[in-house]
């Protein structure tokens, strides 16, 4: 954190003149002193545990409607709506937690569940390499995050080399997120198994029979029913066309809200060498990591249900194995600590404010080599 943004933040959250915090030492005490009680978690596992139970049941309903049923179109148009949200809330809801183990208790109903990965078209093995290994432990590194690495198609960091193109990425770049779906699910696990590398880094697990029948067998189970059993009872049109539109709707829904967690003007992108281990993560994530505040009444409830922990990014890079349904009461304790203490906790004002904020980035990275270690902080 900057000396600029810390007095920023000391001006704007208290009169009183108090103690800066910058030794990550007493940063990372901070972070520890507000973690949930052992009630807290379970109470919340019990929230995402039922919340998942309706995710369940909306995908179900919704799929027998659209896909088995010839009831009128404005009812299956309903359904096929239903399919699109029970899609991303699976993803956001269900799939991300299993794949961290936060789900539940139990190692085999995360490992069961993490399988839901599989279910939607990208593998949960390598999709456990990206997210855990890569993305988590190395947030916004150039080089070592692959969720930063979109060359040849846009820039996202300083340090990564710029082309012509890139001038008009804030513009062509939002409707190519959503097929990122289908590009892990016909081409990035694929290549991933060819090259044994994800995100330019070796995989560091040996890739056996044994795996690549596993996601072989994933494959197979999510073209099973999102395309051959729905073949069986719908023209192949209608099943292509909603295929498509569904995977590119949700693709881009997983992908843009990442992306806002990240990829903004109010975060950072710290060089490789800068240490990230032990209390300096906290630091780390805090300085590259923007959380999104949902103030509306109406859009702000449904956005959070629907998006699971992914608008409070900071708690769950921090502590990715509690439930996201514990964020928000953990996010604003969080806040409140840093905010008292001077230490930049960035927070987006709303869901627009951090799409212009994406969108500022992009075009911030698209017109200019010139290096920039990240833009205020927004806390
Ligand atoms: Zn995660």
Not at 241 to 260: D, E, N, P
Not at 263 to 275: I, L, R, S
């Amino acid at each position: 954190m900057s000396d600029t943004a810390l007095n920023r933040s000391q001006e704007r959250t208290s009169p009183e003149p108090i103690r800066p915090l910058t030794a990550a030492s007493d940063v990372a005490s901070l972070w520890r002193s507000v973690l949930p009680t052992g009630a807290e978690e379970a109470s919340a596992r019990r929230r995402l545990q039922a919340k998942a139970g309706l995710i369940g049941l909306v995908f179900i309903i919704s799929y027998g409607v659209l896909v088995l049923s010839h009831l009128a179109w404005p009812i299956r148009t309903a359904a096929a709506a239903g399919i699109v949200v029970a899609v991303i809330a699976i993803g956001t809801g269900i799939m991300h937690d299993a794949n961290h183990g936060a789900f539940a208790r139990r190692r085999w109903v995360n490992q069961a569940l993490s399988y839901t990965s599989d279910a939607l078209g990208a593998s949960s093995w390598l999709w456990r390499i990206q997210h855990h290994k890569l993305h988590h432990a190395n947030t916004n590194v150039v080089g070592l995050d692959g969720d930063i690495s979109l060359a040849p198609l846009a820039r996202l960091a300083p340090s990564q080399p710029w082309r012509p193109w890139y001038r008009a990425q804030h513009i062509y770049i939002w409707p190519f997120y959503g097929f990122m779906a289908i590009k892990n699910l016909l081409v990035s696990d694929i290549v991933a198994l060819a090259t044994r590398r994800l995100g330019g880094q070796p995989l560091g697990r040996p890739v056996t029979a044994g795996v690549v029948a596993k996601i072989t067998a994933g494959k197979v189970v999510h073209f099973g029913w999102a395309v051959a059993l729905p073949l069986l009872f719908n023209p192949w049109w209608a099943v292509l066309a909603f295929y498509v539109a569904c995977s590119w709707v949700a693709g881009s829904v997983l992908a843009v809200v990442f992306q806002l967690a990240h990829c903004v003007d109010t975060t950072e992108f710290p060089d490789a060498v800068g240490d990230r281990r032990r209390d300096e993560f906290v630091l780390h994530q805090l300085r590259t990591t923007c959380d999104i505040d949902s103030p509306s009444p109406v859009v702000g409830p449904f956005f959070r249900w629907l998006v699971g922990g992914l608008d409070h990014q900071v708690v769950h890079h921090l502590s990715p194995r509690l439930p996201h349904t514990l964020y928000p009461a953990l996010a604003q304790r969080f806040r409140d600590q840093c905010q008292q203490q001077g230490v930049a906790y960035r927070v987006h004002p709303g869901v627009w404010p951090a799409i212009r904020s994406h969108a500022r980035w992009l075009r911030q990275m698209g017109v200019s080599t010139a290096g920039a270690s990240g833009g205020p902080s927004c806390g």
